[in-house]
C-alpha cells in the first residue's frame, strides 16, 4: 500500500489501521509505504528507510521515535521548527460570504466561506483531498473571480482583481500543482522566478525584461532554500520534485508578501527541506504576514498554525486555536461536524 491514508480522516484511519491489523493477524503480509512516521510507529512491526533509492537503515518502529527515522531518512540531524512570540496585528485577509463554482466538473464548490486572518498569524486549513482546496486558492490568488467585497485585503475589496493586481497589493500564493501552475515545465528558472515576481522584484520596465535581476532572483531562491540544481539557466522540468517544490515556495516567501496562501507546501520534499519550508513561513509571520497554509498533512499544521479549520464539500469550519485540539476534533471537523454551517471569525 502506497500512501493509503492521503484522502482520509482520523477516525476512518483508525478504521483502515483495525483491518490491517486483522488481515496480518490473519497471516497476510502487508507492505506499507509512508512519509507519514507516526502511522510508521503505530502500525509497523519492522521498517527499510530509503534514501535516494538505497536501503539506508532498518529499525523496529516502536522503538524508534519518528525523528530518529526521519534523520535516517535525510542523513542529518533536523532542525525543528521554532515559533517566534509575536503579537497579532489587523485582519490582513477578510474572506466573507464567499460562493463559486469549480472550474473542474471534477471540482468542488465552494459554498458560504467566511474567514479572516490577521497579521502575524498562520491559519492552517485541512481536509481530505477533493473538498475545495483548490477552488479556495484559486479564489484567494485571483484566477478565479468574486463579488468585489467577498475578498478584502487589509479593507481593500480584491474580489475583481486578477492574479498579477493582487501581487502588487501584497498578496501571494503558491498552489499545490508545481509543474505545469506553480510553473511552466519548459521555461528556466529565471524565467519562472520572472513569471510571479516582475512586480514586486522590479523584474521589468516599459515592457523590457530586466534578464539579469530576474537571473539574480533566481539565483537568490536556489541559494536561500538549497534548491539542487545546475543553475538558474535549468528548465523546471529538469528539477526533482522536492527541489522544484523548495523553489516554488521560496519564490514567493522572498517576495516579502503581506498575505500567503500556499496549498501543500511541503509535497514531496524530504523531512529536512520540510522543516525549513516550516520555519520559512514560520519567520514569515514573525515579520507580520499573515498566512493560509492548506495541507493535508495535519502534523504540519498543528506545528505551524495558530488556528485550524477544516474544508469540507467546499464548506469551511469555524477556526479553532490548534493548541489544545485533539486528533478525533480535527477528524470530526474534516468529516463535516462541529458547526460546518457556523463559519464567521
Not at 497579521?119 to 481530505?128: D, M, N, Q, S, T
Amino acid at each position: 500500500m502506497d500512501e493509503p491514508t492521503s484522502v482520509l480522516t482520523p477516525q476512518e484511519v483508525n478504521i483502515l489501521f483495525g483491518t490491517l491489523r486483522k488481515l496480518s493477524a490473519e497471516g497476510t503480509a502487508i507492505l506499507y509505504i509512508s512519509h507519514k512516521l507516526e502511522e510508521i510507529r503505530a502500525l509497523c512491526d519492522h521498517a527499510t528507510v530509503l534514501r535516494l533509492g538505497k536501503v539506508v537503515g532498518e529499525c523496529v518502529p516502536k522503538d524508534t521515535t519518528a525523528r530518529q527515522m526521519a534523520e535516517l531518512m535525510v542523513g542529518t540531524t533536523l532542525q525543528t521548527p521554532t515559533r517566534a512570540g509575536r503579537d497579532l496585528g489587523g485582519v490582513a485577509l477578510d474572506v466573507s460570504g464567499l460562493s463559486a463554482a469549480s472550474p473542474s466538473a471534477f471540482g468542488t464548490a465552494l459554498k458560504n466561506v467566511h474567514l479572516a486572518v490577521r497579521e502575524g498569524e498562520v491559519l492552517g486549513i485541512g481536509g481530505v483531498a477533493g473538498n475545495g482546496q483548490d477552488e479556495l486558492l484559486a479564489v484567494l490568488s485571483g484566477e478565479i473571480l468574486t463579488a468585489p467585497d467577498a475578498v478584502k485585503l487589509k479593507g481593500k475589496p480584491v474580489g475583481r482583481l486578477g492574479p498579477l493586481a493582487r501581487r502588487a497589493l501584497g498578496l501571494l500564493t503558491a498552489p499545490e500543482e508545481r509543474l505545469g501552475h506553480a510553473a511552466a515545465p519548459d521555461m528556466s528558472l529565471t524565467e519562472n522566478a520572472l513569471l510571479t515576481g516582475s512586480v514586486r522584484e522590479g523584474l521589468d520596465s516599459n515592457g523590457f525584461l530586466k534578464w539579469g535581476a530576474a537571473e539574480g532572483f533566481a539565483k537568490k531562491i536556489i541559494k536561500a532554500f538549497d534548491v539542487r540544481t545546475p543553475g538558474p539557466g535549468t528548465a523546471a522540468r529538469a528539477l526533482s520534485g522536492g527541489n522544484l517544490q523548495k523553489f516554488v515556495i521560496g519564490r514567493e516567501v522572498l517576495q516579502r508578501p503581506e498575505v500567503l496562501v500556499v496549498n501543500q507546501p511541503t509535497w514531496g520534499v524530504d523531512a529536512s527541506a520540510a522543516a525549513a519550508i516550516r520555519q520559512a513561513i514560520l519567520d514569515l509571520a514573525a515579520n507580520g504576514a499573515a498566512v493560509v497554509c492548506i495541507s493535508q498533512d495535519l502534523d504540519e499544521l498543528m506545528e505551524i498554525a495558530d488556528r485550524f479549520a477544516a474544508l469540507n464539500e467546499g464548506r469551511l469550519s469555524e477556526p479553532r486555536p490548534t493548541k489544545g485540539l485533539t486528533v478525533d476534533e480535527i477528524g470530526l471537523m474534516m468529516g463535516g461536524a462541529h458547526g460546518m454551517e457556523v463559519a464567521h471569525v
